[in-house]
């Protein structure tokens, strides 16, 4: 699966962003579909994903409230709608694909593993200033 990433721009704080991840390929409806961000200096961030739209959906605590994932299927892109955003959030935020992605569970959050997504896009940048 092929991703493309867009979206990312200057944001206020406490305004929104919509970000989009656009599927190539064939299968789009079978993989788990995450967003992960790297902000400078930092690791790597599950901050939702995907895996079944039904009761499947995961976010990050960081995240929980103020974004939402959602997926259109006949559109093959995967939205990431971001809320109430701070300055924290500010990233590149990255679209993640995989077939066989587990769940790790903490006290704080239920998230997919980010070793286990297999397809990645290039990432689009978010900037929140204050």
């Known amino acids: 699966l092929q991703l493309v990433e867009s979206g990312g721009a200057l944001v206020q704080t406490g305004g929104s962003l919509n970000l989009s991840c656009s599927a190539s390929g064939a299968g789009f409806e079978d993989y788990v579909i995450g967003w992960v961000r790297q902000a400078p200096g930092k690791e790597r961030e599950g901050v939702s994903c995907?895996?079944?739209?039904?009761?499947?959906?995961h976010y990050a605590a960081s995240a929980k409230g103020r974004f939402t994932i959602s997926r259109d299927k006949a559109k093959r892109i995967v939205y990431l709608q971001m809320n109430s955003m701070k300055p924290e959030d500010t990233a590149v935020y990255y679209c993640a694909a995989g077939t066989n992605v587990r769940l790790r569970l903490t006290d704080q959050q239920t998230m997919c593993i980010l070793e286990d997504f297999d397809s990645w896009g290039q990432g689009t940048k978010v900037t929140v200033y204050s």
């Open positions: 995907i895996v079944t739209e039904r009761s499947g959906l």
